[in-house]
Every structure is written in structure tokens, then in C-alpha cells.
């Protein structure tokens, strides 16, 4: 499958990366959690698509759990009906420890993206018949004191081999999937897919990320991606 030969390719590189300061440890999900992300793109990364969701990267309760984007532990299990094994990363920070699907934590994002979704289109198939969602980056960075570290926080430095890379495998990823439109989730994702989709004849576009870190998100963040989507001129049931 072509999806999975292209993540293979990417892991095996993203394993060459060095990263410092303010990185203390690097988690990487395609690799520990090979399993289930495998599962995610056999069973909905098939055929084309009219609409392809770019994320950020891995969320510490979300994808970094259950190598799936935007991977909320109880959309994953019983939404998406997806199971497999989840090992652990090489080094993990003490406050930062992956327990796979029976981690306890909700990961807000992902429960408002997979519930949308869930609302939406009811089914799973019914939705990946049309979407597939992509983290732009697949790595999650941790600092020394346990806090989250978002790829745009790197060191432009440590940043370029990472973003190159990432440019690379999401080009694979459109060339696979034939979508008529990129959306990214948020600002810096959208910023990413116009850098990496430069000169393709694609609609490309933005819509709010589901954070709870944005108040937007927080005042009905479902009506927010309608909106959005409606105007890239993506209809949803």
C-alpha cells in the first residue's frame, strides 16, 4: 500500500534527526505505535479523496496514545473501531508516559474533531469515503519540565531537516490521495501545506484548530469547520 511504504521511508529517516535544547525527548508514534497507525491507513487511507485534513503533530493524549492524528483514545477504540498494540518510546519523561488505548486522559482536540465527524457522517466509512486526516509532522517534543513542544517553537536549525522531510512525505501523501482540497488545522498547518503544495493545482485553505487553548474553539467549535469548510465549498451531511 502506498501510504504505508511512504511512512515506512519516512520513520526510517525521522530515526536519523538530532534534536537539543529546549527538546529534551522526542517521541515518534509511527514507530512505537506502528501498529494501530498501520491499521489507520488500511483501512481508511484507501482511494482518493475530495478533502485532506492536515494537523500539526501528535498531541500527548491524542496521536502520541494511539498513533492516530488527532488519535482521542475513546474515538479511536470505538468510533473508528481501531485496535493494536502501542509499545513505548525509546525515552519517555515521567509526566509524559504512553499507555496506549488505556490511557485515561481525553484529548480535547481529538474528541472535537472525531465527534464533529461522528456527527456529520455517522459512520466512519461514510466519512473516510470523502477525508483523510495527516499530521504534518509526526513527531511530539518534549521538554525537560514535561511541557509540550509545538514544531514551530523548534530552533529554525533543528526545524529544516524536520520540515523538509515532512514537505516530502506530505507530497506523497496528495500524490496518493488525489484530494481536491487541503485544509490545514490551524495556522501554522495551513502555513506548512501552502510551503510544501506550492504551484499544485489545489484548493488550499485553513479552518480553526480544536484546541481548548482558543477561545474561538471553545464557543462551538463544530459550527467553526462547517463554516470553513463551506467556504472552500466542501458541503458535510
Known amino acids: 500500500m502506498p501510504l504505508v511504504s511512504a511512512t515506512r521511508a519516512a520513520v526510517r529517516e525521522l530515526r536519523q534527526l538530532q534534536f537539543g535544547p529546549p527538546v529534551a525527548f522526542v517521541y515518534n508514534p509511527l514507530d512505537y505505535a506502528w ?11 484507501r482511494g482518493s479523496k475530495e478533502v485532506l485534513l492536515v494537523g500539526m503533530n501528535p498531541g ?24 493494536g498494540t502501542v509499545g513505548r518510546p525509546v525515552t519517555e519523561h515521567q509526566k509524559r508516559p504512553v ?22 457522517f455517522v459512520i466512519p466509512q461514510r466519512f473516510a469515503r470523502r477525508f483523510f486526516v495527516h499530521n504534518y509532522c509526526p513527531l511530539a517534543f518534549v521538554t525537560a519540565s514535561g511541557a509540550n513542544l509545538t514544531p514551530d517553537k523548534l530552533d529554525r536549525r533543528q526545524a529544516a531537516p524536520l520540515f523538509a ?14 484530494p481536491k482540497v487541503v485544509i490545514g488545522v490551524g495556522g501554522f498547518a495551513e502555513q506548512r501545506v501552502r510551503t510544501a503544495l506550492a504551484g499544485q493545482e ?17 464557543q462551538g467549535w463544530e459550527q467553526l469547520a462547517d463554516a470553513a469548510l463551506a ?3 466542501v458541503s458535510v451531511p
Do not use: K
Open 165 to 178: 522531510l515532512c514537505d516530502r512525505l506530505l507530497r506523497q501523501v496528495v500524490a496518493t490521495l488525489r
Open 35 to 45: 501498529d494501530l497507525h498501520r491499521a489507520w491507513l488500511e483501512r481508511y487511507g
Open 60 to 83: 500527548p493524549f491524542g496521536m502520541v496514545q494511539t498513533g492516530v492524528p488527532f488519535g482521542e483514545v475513546e474515538a479511536v477504540r470505538s468510533w473508528l473501531g481501531l485496535h
Open 202 to 218: 489545489l484548493r488550499i485553505g485553513r479552518m480553526p484548530h480544536p484546541s481548548p487553548a482558543s477561545p474561538a474553539a471553545n
Open 99 to 120: 499507555a496506549g488505548l488505556d490511557c485515561p486522559r481525553s484529548e480535547v482536540s481529538g474528541r472535537r474533531l472525531w465527534g464533529w465527524a461522528a456527527a456529520r
Open 231 to 233: 467556504a472552500l465549498g
